[in-house]
């Protein structure tokens, strides 16, 4: 193909600038004209790599594989049908969960979002729930008041939605939870231990209540009540008023305690450890929060800014910080160290974390301590200029192992005295060209005795701190942070890490479900119900039987055990 077109209007096919007719034309050359791979790629800009990679989905059948298509749905027949209805309801001055509840009834339900959406086409404001007498319905039952539980009060027999909450006690236990709420100096109330106000809260996480405003949903369970050793979990208020008496400095301690727990309890082996930033998006109006990137939601808006470290060998997370504003984000991976240190009384040995979590000065203050690091570069113009006009020579072949028994074939270009701008010393950087992206990926490190393939190996593993993450939010709901903030943002970040602590213990003594995520817990375990059963100072708890209770049956679940919080009473399973 000729520099210059043949006639006017032909630079539109020599020069494509959006990234579909970059492929197309890519494409089109190697398949249709038969260039090869190395020269198709070139001219495009694309890596033969890269190339060749759409190839095989361009093979495959993938469908639209050169229209910009808009994300999301086209047309939305649910919503359209039910828009009438919806206007007719809203026009009765019925709020957006009544409306919701009338649409299931009638056998055509659409979500709160789907609802809202056609209220505000309609230009429409929103309506709040009104009290139960004014809707002319059945008014809530009235929730038993919260207080410790006489057990020698508790019924002979109480059927249960929550039997299978229950099952974490063993691991709780040999965590030591008691002594964790200890070492924080979380306080009680004259109603309610401290351990019972954290246990209620764990058991919202644990059942993937969504919000602390719906632990109705829960609270007279005496599944739950017995959990943490109430008469019924505290209300919504209590709970609210409670998490706000819990400053940063409590959480610290508790996660300390949680931290030295899971090394010893083999949940953890702390040799790397993987670090990573999550904004927790706020869904209210006039919150007086700071503006992050929310990659959810592609953009910068009003969130919690929060931080999280994970082991890089098990995965279990081990640390959250939601006590985080933009001035000291930057030094949370000191922050972190010294919590390390005051855990394990040596500082790490080894943190992975991308190019956003810190400065380089930082990094020197990493490299001073003797810590090692990994983190991903980002990559500047200057920078893929140079790597691209290095040789072919400079570079090494190399294969990578992948999930599923795969492999990927790779370059790589290890400099070992590479520069910064602010960092005062040289440092290994490592180019990978393979990974699937047009760029290089570049990795910098102060370990210069480590093999490039062992360092590219350990960045990759810390992508599952991201999926980790992920499991948290759908499992423990760490991104419903609305209104006014119900709940004390930075204990709620700590009580996911305990209640991904306590399924990551839970589901070693499963068998076939050691690398079970938690929602598979939840839903085939924790959500179980059954019958409690007291005997005086023993306590049997039947569950009810279900597709997966074979497993249970299995599992390595103690016969009986003591419960501190109990009294010293006992526990005991029987499967139905």
Same mark, same amino acid.
């Not at 017995?226 to 209590?238: G, R």
């Given at each position: 193909i000729p520099q210059q077109p043949a006639r006017p209007g032909g630079e539109f096919f020599l020069h494509p600038d959006s990234p579909v007719h970059r492929r197309y034309e890519a494409l089109r050359a190697y398949l249709a004209e038969g260039l090869p791979a190395t020269e198709a790629a070139a001219r495009s800009g694309y890596t033969p790599a890269s190339l060749l990679s759409a190839v095989r989905d361009f093979r495959a059948g993938a469908g639209e594989f050169f229209v910009n298509a808009r994300p999301g749905p086209k047309t939305a027949p649910g919503k359209d049908a039910a828009r009438p209805r919806i206007l007719e309801l809203r026009a009765a001055r019925h709020s957006i969960?009544?409306?919701?509840?009338?649409?299931? *009834?009638?056998?055509?339900?659409?979500?709160?979002?789907?609802?809202?959406?056609?209220?505000?086409?309609?230009?429409?404001?929103?309506?709040?729930?009104?009290?139960?007498?004014?809707?002319?319905g059945v008014q809530r039952e009235i929730q038993p008041r919260a207080e410790a539980l006489d057990f020698t009060t508790l019924p002979e027999r109480a059927e249960t939605r929550l039997a299978g909450l229950l099952l974490v006690i063993p691991d709780l236990i040999a965590l030591g939870i008691?002594?964790?709420?200890?070492?924080?100096?979380? %306080?009680?109330?004259?109603?309610?231990?401290?351990?019972?106000? +954290?246990?209620?809260?764990?058991?919202?996480?644990?059942?993937?209540?969504?919000?602390?405003?719906h632990v109705y949903d829960i609270a007279a369970d005496p599944g739950a009540a017995l959990f943490a050793a109430l008469t019924a979990l505290p209300k919504a208020t209590a709970l609210t008023t409670y998490s706000y008496r819990l400053e940063h400095?409590?959480?610290? *301690?508790?996660?300390?305690?949680?931290?030295?727990?899971?090394?010893?309890?083999?949940?953890?082996?702390g040799e790397a450890l993987n670090l990573d930033?999550?904004?927790?998006?706020?869904?209210?109006?006039?919150?007086?929060?700071?503006?992050?990137? +929310?990659p959810s939601r592609s953009q910068r808006t009003r969130s919690v800014l929060t931080f999280f470290a994970e082991d890089a060998a098990t995965h279990t997370l081990l640390y959250a910080n939601a006590?985080?504003?933009?001035?000291?984000?930057?030094?949370?991976?000191?922050?972190?160290?010294?919590?390390w240190k005051a855990v394990t009384g040596n500082d790490p040995a080894l943190l992975i974390f991308d190019s956003k979590l810190t400065t380089q000065a930082v990094l020197a203050e990493l490299d001073d301590r003797h810590i090692g690091f990994i983190a991903?570069?980002?990559?500047?113009?200057?920078?893929?200029?140079?790597?691209?006009?290095?040789? *072919?020579s400079a570079c090494t072949s190399m294969t990578l192992a992948r999930a599923g028994g795969r492999t990927r074939r790779v370059k790589v270009h290890d400099? %070992?005295?590479?520069?910064?701008?602010?960092?005062?010393?040289?440092?290994?950087?490592?180019?990978?060209?393979?990974?699937?992206?047009?760029? %290089?990926?570049?990795?910098?490190?102060?370990?210069?005795?480590? $093999?490039?393939?062992?360092?590219?190996e350990s960045y990759s593993r810390r992508m599952n701190i991201e999926q980790r993450l992920a499991e948290a939010i759908q499992s423990f709901s760490l991104d419903a942070l609305a209104g006014a903030v119900p709940l004390n943002v930075d204990l709620d970040v700590v009580l996911s890490v305990l209640a991904h602590t306590t399924c990551a213990a839970l589901r070693h003594r499963l068998p076939g479900y050691h690398t079970a995520t938690p929602d598979t817990l939840q839903r085939?375990?924790?959500?179980?119900?059954? $019958?409690?059963?007291?005997?005086?100072?023993?306590?049997?708890?039947?569950?009810?039987?279900?597709?997966?209770?074979?497993?249970?049956?299995?599992?390595?679940?103690?016969?009986?055990?003591?419960?501190?919080?109990?009294?010293?009473?006992?526990?005991?399973?029987?499967?139905?």
């Amino acid at each position: 193909i000729p520099q210059q077109p043949a006639r006017p209007g032909g630079e539109f096919f020599l020069h494509p600038d959006s990234p579909v007719h970059r492929r197309y034309e890519a494409l089109r050359a190697y398949l249709a004209e038969g260039l090869p791979a190395t020269e198709a790629a070139a001219r495009s800009g694309y890596t033969p790599a890269s190339l060749l990679s759409a190839v095989r989905d361009f093979r495959a059948g993938a469908g639209e594989f050169f229209v910009n298509a808009r994300p999301g749905p086209k047309t939305a027949p649910g919503k359209d049908a039910a828009r009438p209805r919806i206007l007719e309801l809203r026009a009765a001055r019925h709020s957006i969960d009544e409306i919701a509840t009338a649409l299931a *009834a009638a056998g055509t339900p659409l979500n709160r979002t789907g609802i809202a959406e056609v209220i505000a086409d309609e230009g429409l404001p929103r309506l709040w729930r009104r009290p139960d007498a004014e809707r002319g319905g059945v008014q809530r039952e009235i929730q038993p008041r919260a207080e410790a539980l006489d057990f020698t009060t508790l019924p002979e027999r109480a059927e249960t939605r929550l039997a299978g909450l229950l099952l974490v006690i063993p691991d709780l236990i040999a965590l030591g939870i008691p002594d964790m709420v200890a070492a924080a100096g979380y %306080p009680s109330t004259p109603a309610i231990p401290a351990l019972s106000y +954290v246990l209620s809260l764990l058991a919202l996480k644990l059942t993937s209540t969504r919000r602390v405003s719906h632990v109705y949903d829960i609270a007279a369970d005496p599944g739950a009540a017995l959990f943490a050793a109430l008469t019924a979990l505290p209300k919504a208020t209590a709970l609210t008023t409670y998490s706000y008496r819990l400053e940063h400095r409590k959480q610290a *301690a508790f996660l300390a305690a949680l931290g030295k727990a899971s090394l010893a309890a083999g949940l953890a082996d702390g040799e790397a450890l993987n670090l990573d930033l999550h904004a927790v998006m706020h869904w209210g109006e006039d919150a007086a929060l700071e503006k992050h990137y +929310v990659p959810s939601r592609s953009q910068r808006t009003r969130s919690v800014l929060t931080f999280f470290a994970e082991d890089a060998a098990t995965h279990t997370l081990l640390y959250a910080n939601a006590d985080l504003a933009k001035a000291t984000q930057n030094r949370e991976a000191i922050a972190f160290a010294d919590h390390w240190k005051a855990v394990t009384g040596n500082d790490p040995a080894l943190l992975i974390f991308d190019s956003k979590l810190t400065t380089q000065a930082v990094l020197a203050e990493l490299d001073d301590r003797h810590i090692g690091f990994i983190a991903l570069r980002a990559r500047h113009p200057a920078i893929t200029a140079q790597l691209a006009a290095l040789p *072919a020579s400079a570079c090494t072949s190399m294969t990578l192992a992948r999930a599923g028994g795969r492999t990927r074939r790779v370059k790589v270009h290890d400099d %070992p005295a590479a520069t910064l701008s602010a960092y005062p010393r040289p440092l290994r950087q490592i180019a990978v060209t393979g990974l699937g992206h047009d760029q %290089p990926t570049l990795l910098i490190t102060n370990d210069s005795a480590t $093999t490039a393939r062992k360092i590219i190996e350990s960045y990759s593993r810390r992508m599952n701190i991201e999926q980790r993450l992920a499991e948290a939010i759908q499992s423990f709901s760490l991104d419903a942070l609305a209104g006014a903030v119900p709940l004390n943002v930075d204990l709620d970040v700590v009580l996911s890490v305990l209640a991904h602590t306590t399924c990551a213990a839970l589901r070693h003594r499963l068998p076939g479900y050691h690398t079970a995520t938690p929602d598979t817990l939840q839903r085939r375990f924790l959500s179980t119900g059954g $019958t409690i059963i007291s005997h005086g100072d023993q306590i049997t708890v039947r569950l009810n039987r279900r597709t997966y209770s074979p497993v249970l049956r299995q599992a390595t679940l103690p016969e009986t055990i003591t419960v501190p919080w109990w009294g010293g009473r006992t526990l005991r399973y029987e499967y139905a």
